[in-house]
């Protein structure tokens, strides 16, 4: 996975037919910016109208979803969490009155996408050197009148924050909802149901969506054998964990790693945001 990817919201969109259920990266920070159309973006199950001209951030670990109106033009850059980048502290919401704030903000989208499309020598310098120039586009919309922040908080959007936070560092153990819960201070039924009202999925769901997200992560870009990755996220047999994945995914782990390596075969260049 690249430190940067980038990408155009219609190719998203005819990717994923205009919408993004709701969801969070675990180690990626993601700018929007959307410069025709519009639709609807839902921040820690609340949500939010946005029109042309309108600059997001999702910072990691954020619980969001996207319906876009068909049609919709724009960018989406997404950048590692532990780039030597500052971001901006908190999601975030701004609309860009002023054409030249515009064409700046464009223009600095259509220059790191040339470079990210490219193949050029320093590559990876110079694309850490544009996410650094957005991020800092960003931190200063933050003084902007036209911003619209997300920071009034919840018990319920506290809890999702701290669940999510500490299942990004206990994935691959035996943890359980209940482990969860007594480790949150709360019950069980109640971590469910705010899982559930939040990102429309069970906390069981959650923990296995991370799971296998890390296994497919290793099954493509690591030579890690199958019981290696199976012991790695906690699975008490390598059949077990076969089982599991082949379930969620519809191949089974060999058959994954064969296609993603065909794949990148196939399209060295292919950026990947797994």
Same mark, same amino acid.
């Given at each position: 996975?690249?430190?940067?990817?980038?990408?155009?919201?219609?190719?998203?969109?005819?990717?994923?037919?205009?919408?993004?259920?709701?969801?969070?990266?675990?180690?990626?920070?993601?700018?929007?910016?959307?410069?025709?159309?519009?639709?609807?973006?839902?921040?820690?199950?609340?949500?939010?109208?946005?029109?042309?001209?309108?600059?997001?951030?999702?910072?990691?670990?954020?619980?969001?979803?996207?319906?876009?109106?068909?049609?919709?033009?724009?960018?989406?850059?997404?950048?590692?969490?532990?780039?030597?980048?500052?971001?901006?502290?908190?999601?975030?919401?701004?609309?860009?009155?002023?054409?030249?704030?515009?064409?700046?903000?464009?223009?600095?989208?259509?220059?790191?996408?040339?470079?990210?499309?490219?193949?050029?020598?320093?590559?990876?310098?110079?694309?850490?050197?544009?996410?650094?120039?957005?991020?800092?586009?960003?931190?200063?919309?933050?003084?902007?009148?036209?911003?619209?922040?997300?920071?009034?908080?919840?018990?319920?959007?506290?809890?999702?924050?701290?669940?999510?936070?500490?299942?990004?560092?206990?994935?691959?153990?035996?943890?359980?909802?209940?482990?969860?819960?007594?480790?949150?201070?709360? =019950?069980?039924?109640?971590? &469910? %149901? #705010?899982?559930?009202? /939040? !990102? $429309? @999925?069970?906390?069981?769901?959650?923990?296995? *969506?991370?799971?296998?997200?890390?296994?497919?992560?290793?099954?493509?870009?690591?030579?890690?054998?199958?019981?290696?990755?199976?012991?790695?996220?906690?699975?008490? =047999?390598?059949?077990?964990? &076969? %089982? #599991?994945?082949?379930? /969620? !995914? $519809? @191949?089974?782990?060999?058959?994954?790693?064969? *296609?993603?390596?065909?794949?990148?075969?196939?399209?060295?260049?292919?950026?990947?945001?797994?």
């Amino acid at each position: 996975m690249e430190a940067v990817h980038c990408e155009s919201i219609s190719a998203r969109g005819l990717k994923q037919p205009w919408r993004l259920d709701e969801h969070r990266h675990y180690d990626l920070h993601q700018f929007f910016w959307i410069t025709r159309g519009g639709g609807r973006v839902v921040i820690d199950g609340v949500t939010h109208g946005f029109g042309a001209n309108t600059a997001l951030f999702i910072p990691n670990l954020t619980v969001h979803g996207f319906e876009f109106t068909p049609g919709t033009v724009g960018w989406v850059v997404s950048m590692v969490k532990d780039m030597p980048v500052a971001m901006p502290g908190e999601p975030m919401m701004s609309v860009l009155p002023s054409p030249r704030d515009q064409a700046y903000l464009t223009g600095d989208f259509n220059n790191l996408n040339a470079e990210y499309v490219a193949d050029t020598p320093d590559r990876q310098e110079t694309l850490l050197h544009h996410a650094g120039l957005l991020s800092i586009r960003y931190r200063r919309m933050k003084s902007g009148s036209f911003r619209k922040g997300f920071s009034n908080d919840s018990a319920r959007r506290r809890l999702m924050r701290k669940f999510i936070a500490r299942l990004e560092d206990r994935y691959g153990t035996p943890d359980t909802v209940k482990d969860y819960a007594g480790a949150l201070k709360v =019950t069980t039924t109640h971590l &469910t %149901r #705010v899982c559930r009202e /939040t !990102t $429309g @999925k069970p906390a069981t769901k959650l923990i296995q *969506d991370r799971t296998m997200l890390e296994a497919r992560r290793s099954l493509a870009n690591t030579k890690l054998k199958v019981r290696e990755i199976s012991d790695d996220l906690g699975f008490q =047999t390598p059949a077990y964990f &076969t %089982r #599991v994945f082949t379930a /969620t !995914t $519809g @191949k089974s782990p060999r058959t994954f790693r064969k *296609d993603a390596q065909s794949q990148a075969i196939i399209n060295p260049n292919a950026r990947s945001t797994i």
